[in-house]
């Protein structure tokens, strides 16, 4: 008998390990299975960090993050919440509709910049202080299905964009110059 409860031991410690291999426990840049709760820190994550073996998007429904072999995997984002990144840019941009957090690079990276939102109804959304990231993007998650005018500041240049959070919409904006203010 004992022999039997060793082999079934054993069969469960395979099974244990070959679950967390499968999962990505390997893979430090590879997200587990147990992250996909909190997708809004995920894309933190990808969007701040220099990983090399994957690729992330994001579209207006789901992030996408590929492997080195090619494999996706897909995550939810949030029903309610819209994800944009804007890259605010004097000289330098690029054409742009989905954004990747791990290719998208922006002109003008970790700088300060006054931001402010508001909705159509004229209800104040954003109104502080950010700061761009090491691409040149400002990350934003903004409620779905509405319409907003954006005012990006800097140093006497100013930028101003509608944009709006439906389905069909673009996550990455490229297109905020910033310019002298009248």
């Known amino acids: 008998m004992r022999k039997k ?26 997200p587990a299975a147990s992250d ?25 429904e789901q992030l996408i993050v590929t492997d080195s072999n090619n494999k996706s995997t897909k995550y939810d984002l949030p029903k309610d919440e819209f994800f944009v990144s804007i890259a605010p840019y004097v000289k330098d941009t690029h054409p742009c509709a989905t954004h990747s957090l ?7 990276t970790e700088q300060e910049f006054s931001v402010y939102i508001e909705d159509t109804d004229g209800n104040m959304i954003v109104d502080q ?3 761009s990231q090491s691409n040149g993007f400002i990350d ?17 240049v100013k ?12 996550t990455c904006v490229t297109t905020m110059q910033l310019v002298e203010s009248i």
Not at 7 to 30: M, R
Not at 140 to 156: A, C, F, H, M, N
């Open 5 to 30: 409860t060793w082999i079934a031991s054993g069969a469960v410690v395979v099974v244990a390990l070959g679950a967390y291999l499968v999962v990505g426990g390997n893979d430090k840049e590879t």
């Open 36 to 60: 996909t709760s909190n997708v809004k820190q995920l894309v933190q994550e990808y969007s701040s960090s220099g990983m090399k073996n994957l690729s992330a998007s994001i579209t207006s």
């Open 102 to 108: 791990t290719g998208c690079q922006g002109e003008l």
């Open 129 to 131: 202080t950010m700061k």
């Open 140 to 156: 934003l998650w903004l409620p779905r299905d509405k319409k907003y005018s954006v005012t990006i500041e800097q140093d006497g």
């Open 159 to 170: 930028a101003k964009a509608e944009l709006s959070t439906f389905k069909s919409d673009n």
